[in-house]
T-cell receptor, first 114, second 114 residues
Framework: NAGVTQTPKFQVLKTGQSMTLQCAQD?????MSWYRQDPGMGLRLIHY???????DQGEVPNGYNVSRSTTEDFPLRLLSAAPSQTSVYFC?????????????FGPGTRLTVT | AQTVTQSQPEMSVQEAETVTLSCTYD???????LFWYKQPPSRQMILVIR??????QNATENRFSVNFQKAAKSFSLKISDSQLGDAAMYFC???????????FGKGTRLHILP
């Protein structure tokens, strides 16, 4: 199993550009989510999904869109990048309801918006 | 709303000594999980230890153990026989059993002194 994969690892965007951060998992997990990590802020939830076709907003959703057409993939779209979106982005997945349920994290994407 | 507080932004410990990282949380839920994640310079989020709220026994994983005080909403991490490889950012995290939304503390940076 590859676990949770994210692409790209690094990205530089100009203000106003759009892009999609990719996230895929091969563990057949129902739950997937996106977090951003900023210095001194810990990780904050952007969007999450409890299954294919179902998404909801987290703590900091503005400026981001998501969709979940398959169990495996959960892309994060930045429609018009802003310098405030400079951050490290993590995707996570888990399978709920089991006693040993844990979230698995991807390796992260470092995004810089100039 | 649930919150997680880590009151120690940075800590240092001598190699081979024991160190305790503090975490408190606030929730009205009765069924939840608590986690400690380690984030080394590689940025990867690594699960250190997990505690189910319904279990009274404190979780242990080799040199890592927790002191879970449910009534006080406290969840501290003890690292015994500290090693240079333990140097990292440590995040305390909370998750309900209903969904995959994880609430993170702001982290404690742990330095190991040789």
């Amino acid at each position: 199993n590859a676990g949770v994969t994210q692409t790209p690892k690094f990205q530089v965007l100009k203000t106003g550009q759009s892009m999609t951060l990719q996230c895929a998992q091969d563990m057949n997990h129902e739950y997937m989510s996106w977090y951003r990590q900023d210095p001194g802020m810990g990780l904050r939830l952007i969007h999450y999904s409890v299954g294919a076709g179902i998404t909801d907003q987290g703590e900091v959703p503005n400026g981001y869109n998501v969709s979940r057409s398959t169990t495996e993939d959960f892309p994060l779209r930045l429609l018009s990048a802003a310098p405030s979106q400079t951050s490290v982005y993590f995707c996570a997945s888990s399978s709920p309801g089991t006693p040993s349920s844990s979230s698995y994290f991807g390796p992260g994407t470092r995004l810089t918006v100039t | 709303a649930q919150t997680v507080t880590q009151s120690q932004p940075e800590m240092s410990v001598q190699e081979a000594e024991t160190v305790t990282l503090s975490c408190t949380y606030d929730t009205s839920e009765s069924d939840y999980y608590l986690f400690w994640y380690k984030q080394p310079p590689s940025r990867q989020m690594i699960l250190v230890i997990r505690q189910e709220a319904y279990k009274q026994q404190n979780a242990t994983e080799n040199r890592f153990s927790v002191n879970f005080q449910k009534a006080a909403k406290s969840f501290s991490l003890k690292i015994s026989d500290s090693q240079l490889g333990d140097a990292a950012m440590y995040f305390c995290a909370y998750r309900t059993n209903r969904d995959d939304k994880i609430i993170f503390g702001k982290g404690t940076r742990l330095h190991i002194l040789p």
